[in-house]
């Protein structure tokens, strides 16, 4: 198994632009989410999906879209990147008892 | 409201000297607690973890934890620190239900002197 697997692992956008994280898992778990992480934040809660076409927000879902139209796949969307989005995002997977966490991607916004 | 409070943000230990990293959280339910941590530039490893029965659980590389209710507590120990667990370390509290959501702490960075 290839586990949680997460692209690109390095971004850099500027101020406007458009882009889509990708995430997938081959465990068949039914759960997932994603993080992003900030200095001295922790981790905060983005979207999550408890199933295929189903969706919910988390903490801090504002200027990310989610959709989850397979088990295996849960992209984030950004639509307009702001420098605020600058971050580490984790996507996770869950089963029974524990998340798996991707490697993550380093975003910067400029 | 729910969370999870990790109050050192840095601790330095020598080498093979004791650890405890402390984790306080405010729950409504029965929480399941976690430590994971992360090395840098990696992603996040469960060290431990807690659902119900036994009160001190033991995890991979040594470390352990204990769940006291009645302060709300969960910290992290580790008899005898080795510069390999220099990392950085995260609390977490979650319900495990369909949809249950997983809360971080800040995290404590873990600096170990030779």
């Known amino acids: 198994n290839a586990g949680v697997t997460q692209t690109p692992k390095f971004q850099v956008l500027k101020t406007g632009q458009s882009m889509t994280l990708q995430c997938a898992q081959d465990?068949?778990?039914?759960?997932m989410s994603w993080y992003r992480q900030d200095p001295g934040m922790g981790l905060r809660l983005i979207h999550y999906?408890?199933?295929?076409?189903?969706?919910d927000q988390g903490e801090v879902p504002n200027g990310y879209n989610v959709s989850r139209s397979t088990t295996e796949d849960f992209p984030l969307r950004l639509l307009s990147a702001a420098p605020s989005q600058t971050s580490v995002y984790f996507c996770?997977?869950?089963?029974?008892?524990?998340?798996?966490f991707g490697p993550g991607t380093r975003l910067t916004v400029l | 409201a729910q969370s999870v409070t990790q109050p050192d943000i840095h601790i330095t230990v020598s080498e093979g000297a004791s650890l405890e990293l402390r984790c306080n959280y405010s729950?409504?339910?029965?929480?399941?607690l976690f430590w994971y941590v992360q090395s840098p530039g990696q992603g996040l490893q469960l060290l431990l973890k807690?659902?119900?029965?036994?009160?001190l659980v033991q995890g991979i590389k040594g470390f352990e934890a204990e769940f006291k209710r009645s302060q709300s507590s969960f910290n992290l120990r580790k008899p005898s620190v080795h510069w390999s667990d220099a990392a950085e370390y995260f609390c977490?509290?979650?319900?495990?239900?369909?949809?249950?959501?997983?809360?971080f702490g800040q995290g404590t960075e873990l600096s170990v002197k030779p």
């Open positions: 996770a997977s869950r089963s029974t008892g524990r998340e798996f």
């Open positions: 465990m068949n778990h039914e759960y």
């Open positions: 999906s408890v199933g295929a076409g189903i969706t």
């Open positions: 729950y409504g339910a029965t929480p399941y």
């Open positions: 807690y659902f119900s029965g036994d009160t």
């Open positions: 977490a509290v979650g319900a495990y239900n369909q949809g249950g959501k997983l809360i």
